[in-house]
C-alpha cells in the first residue's frame, strides 16, 4: 500500500506537513483519502487487503490475551474483510458476529466470510461510524480506527470523539470495548511508533497516542479502561467497559 498513490503522492509533501502540523492529503490528491479510495475502487481493494494481512498480524495476540466466550455477540467496527472477527470466531464457537463496514467494503467482505466458512456466524452490516445506528453487542472490536481522526474537531463530525460517542449510544450496559493500536511509550523513547504517527499525520491527519492520551479520550466519551495489555505484535489492546 506504500507504494500507491494514496501514500506516496502525500509523502511527497513531508516538509508541508511538519511546517504546519496538518496532513497534506488535500493538496497531493485533491480529496481525503477516504473519497480517494471511493473513487479509486482498485486502490481500495487493494488497501483492504492490506489491513487484512496486518489484521491477520495481530489476530492471533487479541485471540491469545483476550477471552471472548462470555459474549454472545462480537462486533467488528470497521473490520475491512473480517479477518480479526474471523480468528476471534474461530477460537470462540459460541460467539456470533456482525461485521459493520462502509457499504462497498462490506460487499467484498461476504466473499472472503463465505471461504473461512463463517456465512452463517457473521452479519455483514453496512453503515458509518459517524452516523447512528451502529449494532448493539456484548463486546466491540475497534482496530486500527481511532489512529485516522483527531481527537476532537469542532468544525466537523469526523473525529474520534464522535466514533467513541456513537459507540456508547449503540453499547447496552456493561458492554466491552477492545481498542487495538500502536501505543506510543510514555518516557517518549525512541519506538517505531513514531514513525507510524508520521505516518498518519501525512496521510489521513490523524496521530498514534499514549496510554494516559487514549484514556483521556475514551473517559470524555463514556468509556472507562479497564487495562493496557501489550502484544508481540507491536500493538496494544486497551479493554474497556461502557461507563
Not at 100 to 106: D, H, N, T, Y
Not at 135 to 163: E, G, Q, R, T
Not at 197 to 202: F, R, T, Y
Amino acid at each position: 500500500i506504500q507504494s500507491s498513490p494514496s501514500h506516496w503522492l502525500p509523502w511527497g509533501h513531508l516538509p508541508e506537513a511538519i511546517r504546519t502540523g496538518s496532513s497534506p492529503i488535500q493538496a497531493a490528491l485533491g480529496v481525503d483519502i477516504w473519497e480517494h479510495f471511493a473513487r479509486h475502487p482498485d486502490e481500495a481493494e487493494h488497501f483492504a487487503r492490506s489491513m487484512g494481512d496486518w489484521s491477520e498480524m495481530v489476530a492471533s495476540q487479541v485471540d491469545h490475551h483476550v477471552d471472548f466466550s462470555p459474549f454472545a455477540r462480537v462486533v467488528d467496527i470497521g473490520g475491512s474483510h473480517g479477518d480479526l472477527l474471523a480468528q476471534v470466531l474461530r477460537a470462540h464457537p459460541s460467539c456470533r458476529g456482525i461485521l459493520f463496514e462502509l457499504p462497498q467494503v462490506a460487499e467484498s467482505a461476504k466473499p472472503f466470510l463465505e471461504s473461512r466458512g463463517l456465512a452463517k456466524r457473521v452479519d455483514v452490516v453496512a453503515g458509518n461510524f459517524f452516523e447512528p445506528g451502529m449494532p448493539a453487542a456484548d463486546a466491540y472490536l475497534l482496530k486500527h480506527i481511532l489512529h485516522d481522526w483527531a481527537d476532537d474537531v469542532c468544525s466537523s463530525d469526523l473525529a474520534c470523539s464522535n466514533i467513541l460517542r456513537r459507540l456508547h449510544e449503540a453499547a447496552p450496559s456493561g458492554a466491552r470495548l477492545f481498542v487495538v493500536e500502536m501505543v506510543i511509550p510514555d518516557n517518549r523513547t525512541p519506538d517505531i511508533t513514531h514513525l507510524m504517527d508520521l505516518n498518519m499525520l501525512v496521510v489521513a491527519n490523524g496521530r498514534e497516542r499514549t496510554y494516559n492520551e487514549f484514556q483521556a479520550l475514551l473517559a470524555a466519551t463514556g468509556w472507562k479502561v479497564h487495562r493496557l495489555i501489550p502484544t508481540q505484535s507491536g500493538t496494544s489492546i486497551l479493554e474497556a467497559a461502557k461507563a
